[in-house]
């Protein structure tokens, strides 16, 4: 049984860091374009980037671009999103999601096949 587990999730003020984990179990997506959503409550989900199989390539949504890294470790099955100097507004649940196509790299949420079930980011000011 597939599995995705994100980490590291927590309470952090403005300005601050944080460094979320997604792990995969039960099957290897080294060639799979593997990506984060966030949602916040009582708003859509919410893109937040996504890199390509081999790390070649990777795009963030404009909310985060300079602040958040995405990075991924193949022989781990994981992927890592680096969030620093943290918002208010970045307060969500954060979840990663594998592209259900190997090599396939699109940002859109009905293109992802598996999903993990989040973990909550809450910035205070």
């Known amino acids: 049984q597939v599995q995705l587990v994100e980490s590291g999730g927590g309470l952090v003020q403005a300005g601050g860091s944080l460094r979320l984990s997604c792990a995969a179990f039960g099957r290897t997506f080294s060639m799979h374009a593997m990506a984060w959503f966030r949602q916040a409550p009582g708003k859509e989900r919410e893109f937040v980037g996504n890199?390509?199989?081999?790390?070649?390539?990777?795009v963030y949504a404009d909310t985060v671009k300079g602040r958040f890294t995405i990075s991924r470790d193949n022989a781990k099955n994981t992927v890592y999103l680096q969030m620093n100097s943290l918002k208010p507004e970045d307060t969500a649940v954060y979840s990663c999601?594998?592209?259900?196509?190997?090599?396939?790299?699109?940002?859109?949420?009905?293109?992802?096949?598996?999903w993990g079930k989040g973990t909550l980011v809450t910035v205070s000011s």
């Open positions: 890199i390509n199989w081999s790390a070649s390539a990777i």
């Open positions: 999601a594998v592209n259900s196509r190997p090599f396939r790299f699109t940002s859109r949420a009905e293109d992802m096949g598996y």
